[in-house]
């Protein structure tokens, strides 16, 4: 089993950012990646950003790269996501994933943990 455990989200206006945190614990060895996925209300779970916690490949949706970055720290199997000049249509549920990914990163059917989310309001 593998924890999960999101923090950093809040409520922030137009353009600000924020930092999100991911950190893993249990039997962090039964994954090769982890990711960020978001879920606003009505619509599905969307794969954000990802990277392969042993080669450290990233990779974020192409829309957002301009805005999000991921990456890692792999002594503390902490994993974060940051979101510069936030706009009111990223307001969601952010939730950090983990998982032995073979196909497709960024898919929410390759993870196998989740943490149980952290809101994000951009106003």
């Known amino acids: 089993q593998v924890q999960l455990v999101e923090s950093g989200g809040g409520s922030v206006q137009a353009g600000g950012s924020l930092r999100l945190s991911c950190a893993a614990s249990?039997?962090?060895?039964?994954?090769?990646?982890m990711a960020w996925f978001r879920q606003s209300l009505g619509k599905e779970r969307e794969g954000i950003a990802a990277?392969?916690?042993?080669?450290?490949?990233?990779y974020v949706v192409d829309s957002m790269q301009d805005r999000f970055t991921i990456s890692q720290d792999r002594a503390k199997n902490t994993v974060y996501l940051q979101m510069d000049r936030l706009k009111p249509e990223d307001t969601a549920m952010y939730y950090c994933?983990?998982?032995?990914?073979?196909?497709?990163?960024?898919?929410?059917?390759?993870?196998?943990?989740w943490g149980q989310g952290t809101q994000v309001t951009v106003s």
């Open positions: 249990g039997r962090t060895y039964g994954r090769n990646c």
């Open positions: 994933a983990a998982g032995w990914v073979n196909r497709n990163v960024l898919s929410k059917h390759e993870y196998d943990y």
């Open positions: 990277i392969e916690t042993g080669g450290g490949g990233k």
